[in-house]
């Protein structure tokens, strides 16, 4: 009798022919795995964050690969205009750097990468439309195979199972004995086996055995002891083999009405502080008794003599006095963190149990941060629903000072999405923003912290500032001197010179690069006088030297001072990059690499700029910095036009092209995008320049039709 192929090797004979295999029901726990194929096995949790299962096949991937996971996962900057003058126009979405790693690991292996989702009946939406959209056009970069598991599939699961066996052929299905899951009854297990089955209920999928001992107050090996024999009696414990464990839903659910009500409201808020908590503390500069800083000179002085005088009026500039350091303030402007997404904080997960427990509040502002970590992932549509999520529970609060402040956190976060963000319809555009923004500006007052003033005079500078009109931007420079100027009374010295680097931004849009440079030099004074004792001072006197070494390439210095500017500009370019050298942010290093090749580009030291240019390259490619890269091959390729090469140039392009289109890099392309279109507004291209050229666009335009197409904020 011939022998059917178990749903095994059903799976790996579908995987030969396809880049993605259903199965409806579960795999084995013991995986048989053929020569050649090495397996990445994930499981998806109905409570985790959108894209979670990502994020976890992302950090085994990067794990795998030797690497860090928590550098792939870096908070990104805020869009400030300080950034955007730095040439940070936009950071590479969290999801671009999951998906790059997940490349790497591909083109790295010897073997054929094969990502297994289990329980994939509860994927939540965005991974499903994800999932759905990249594996249809063959751009995922690893083989999928997906088990439902035992529940039934969501609306999700359903969709994508829907377009994908259209597409590459019907799930899998074994036939199964007759019979149910095995269960048992709470009634029949030990006391102490009974409670920790209780805490698993209330703490939901994926909890691992340290936060089940928590919760119990027993030491973790008791915790995996209880489970062990919670499963020999027949009860449903689903052990995903990474830590984490779960109980069918509606198991679940059973169990957990069977807790007293207060037990259930202590675990609830134990639970929710877990996750609240990020997985790693801030990552600081040595303490100074440790390590000292080293504080570069870097010139001072001298612009005004380089540019031509303001074309307009305008008023004078606010600038904080440089006075003692004050102890830094609780509320003060959080410095750089690096924390895994893996994710770092739960924020919508620690809402759900602050909201069973009682916690409106807490649960409204929870889940802001959720909508924040969602925005950060490109996720702005739900991003907007956590944030009317957040609205419900807040208007369900009595009037007072609590729903005053959470009305105003609520208000700078819809606007700073809608401005941010991105999608159909008129939710996220500029006048939507501006509203939401303008209203939160209505609420400040004297209990208003720190952080959040200075948050929302970077959202709204923003906002005023793409609008571009000169009412605006005059709007803008306003609001950025009150704020300055309140952090600056809360002892907020660092806070209130960052929002002076904005102010400069603005300055540089107006036309007036003499206030500017004024007042960068201002804010670099105060940062130095700081960086011994403060590490964010730190990172500010480093990207002010940046900003400084910038100026030039924004505003055109004085007939006859090009050189003088230039050389100027060159200085703090060296001393920036010295400085994230000794901070250990390679990256910026070399950020900042690329702005001094540049300005020896408008110096004519044209061999020594695509020397250095080239070496960056290589870098940069080794760093996986995508969005450095294509910032480095712009500069690359008028290195080349200048040197009568627009053919290489073409090439260096359609190279960095076909780079981001591989790492699935929207960004990337689009600066791409930007330095296709100079190259053709440039005159005199030689003919088979121009053909190669419209040869580029048409890749380009392929690519991102594949990839997808991002629109960059403007410069200042």
């Known amino acids: 009798m011939k022998r059917h192929p178990s749903i095994v090797e059903a ?52 794990r795998a690969l030797g690497e860090d996971p928590d550098g792939l996962f870096e908070a990104p900057p805020s869009l400030s205009l300080r950034r955007r003058m730095a040439g940070q126009l936009h950071e590479a979405r969290v999801l671009e750097r999951v998906l790059g ?23 939540d939406a965005a991974t499903a439309s994800l999932l759905v959209d990249l594996l249809r056009r063959r751009r995922f970069p690893l083989l999928v195979a997906m088990a439902r598991g035992e529940d039934p599939g969501n609306d999700a699961w359903d969709a994508l199972c829907e377009v994908l066996t259209a597409r590459f052929g019907p799930a899998l ?95 609830n808020l134990e639970l929710a502080e877990h996750f609240a908590r990020p997985r790693k503390e801030p990552e600081r500069a040595p303490a100074p008794h440790a390590a000292p800083m080293k504080t570069h000179r870097a010139p001072s002085g001298g612009w005004a003599a380089v540019y031509p005088e303001a074309p307009r009026e305008a008023p004078p500039p606010a600038a904080p006095k440089p006075q003692a350091p004050p102890s830094p303030p609780p509320e003060a402007t959080p410095p750089r963190v690096r924390v895994s997404i893996a994710p770092p904080q739960e924020p919508e997960r620690a809402a759900a149990h ?56 609520l208000l700078v ?103 500017a440079a004024y007042l960068l030099e201002q804010s670099r004074q105060v940062f130095s006088s700081r960086a011994s004792e403060d590490p964010r001072a730190q990172v500010e006197l480093a990207e002010t030297d940046h900003l400084l070494a910038r100026l030039p390439l924004h505003a055109a210095p004085r007939e006859g001072r090009e050189a003088k500017a230039l050389s100027l500009a060159r200085e703090h370019g060296v001393t920036a990059e010295e400085a994230w050298r000794l901070q250990g942010s390679p990256r910026e290093a070399l950020r900042v690499s690329t702005t001094i090749a540049r300005l020896d580009l408008r110096a004519g030291r044209l061999r020594h700029a695509e020397e250095r240019l080239r070496k960056v390259l290589e ?84 690519a991102e039709a594949i990839v997808g197409r991002v629109e960059l904020p403007g410069l200042p």
């Open 11 to 62: 799976l790996w004979q579908r995987l030969r022919e396809e880049p993605v295999c259903l199965v409806q029901g579960p795999l084995p726990e013991e995986l048989e795995t053929p020569r050649g194929v090495a397996v990445l096995r994930v499981r998806c949790h109905p409570e985790g964050p959108p894209l979670g299962v990502l994020f976890e096949a992302a950090v085994r991937a990067a």
């Open 101 to 123: 790693v997940l490349h790497a690991l591909s083109a790295r292996s010897t073997r054929a990468v094969v990502l297994v989702i289990e329980e994939a009946g509860r994927i």
């Open 173 to 267: 299905t074994e036939e199964r004995a007759a019979g149910r899951r095995p269960t048992a009854s709470l009634e029949g297990l030990p006391p102490e086996v009974r409670m920790t089955v209780r805490a698993l209920s209330v703490a939901g999928s994926g909890a691992d055995p340290a936060l089940l001992a928590r919760l119990r107050g027993v030491p973790e090996a008791r915790v995996l002891e209880h489970l062990q024999v919670a499963r020999d009696a027949g009860f449903p414990i689903e052990d995903g083999g990474d830590g984490g464990f779960a109980l069918p839903e509606t198991v679940r659910e059973a169990v957990r009405s069977t807790v007293l009500h207060s037990l259930a409201r202590r675990w």
């Open 354 to 409: 602050l909201e069973a427990a009682g916690d409106h509040e807490g649960a409204a502002r929870s889940l802001l941060k959720a909508a924040v970590q969602q925005l950060g992932v490109g996720l702005s549509g739900e991003a907007l629903a956590t944030v009317d999520r957040a609205r419900e529970l807040l208007e369900a609060m009595p009037e007072g000072p609590a729903r005053r402040a959470l009305r105003l956190e």
């Open 413 to 515: 976060t819809d606007g700073r999405i809608r401005w941010a963000g991105a999608g159909p319809g008129d939710a996220f555009t500029l006048p939507r923003a501006l509203a939401s923004l303008r209203e939160a500006r209505d609420l400040l007052d004297d209990k208003t912290p720190a952080g959040l003033w200075s948050e929302l005079a970077v959202a709204l500078a923003g906002a005023l500032h793409d609008s571009g009109e000169l009412k605006a931007l005059e709007e803008a420079l306003v609001v950025l001197t009150d704020a300055s100027r309140r952090l600056g009374e809360l002892g907020d010295a660092v806070g209130a010179a960052c929002l002076l680097n904005d102010q400069a931004a603005v300055y540089v849009r107006l036309g007036d690069p003499v206030r």
């Open 619 to 702: 870098a940069q490619k080794a760093d996986g910095d995508m969005l450095g890269l294509a910032s480095t091959t712009a500069a690359l390729a008028e290195a080349l036009v200048a040197t009568d090469r627009a053919e290489d140039a073409v090439r260096c392009l359609s190279d960095s092209i076909a780079f981001n289109l591989e790492k699935a890099s929207p960004s990337g392309l689009a600066f791409n995008r930007q330095s296709v279109d100079a190259l053709g507004g440039r005159e005199a291209l030689p003919p088979g320049a121009q053909e190669a050229l419209r040869a580029l666009r048409a890749e380009l335009e392929a």
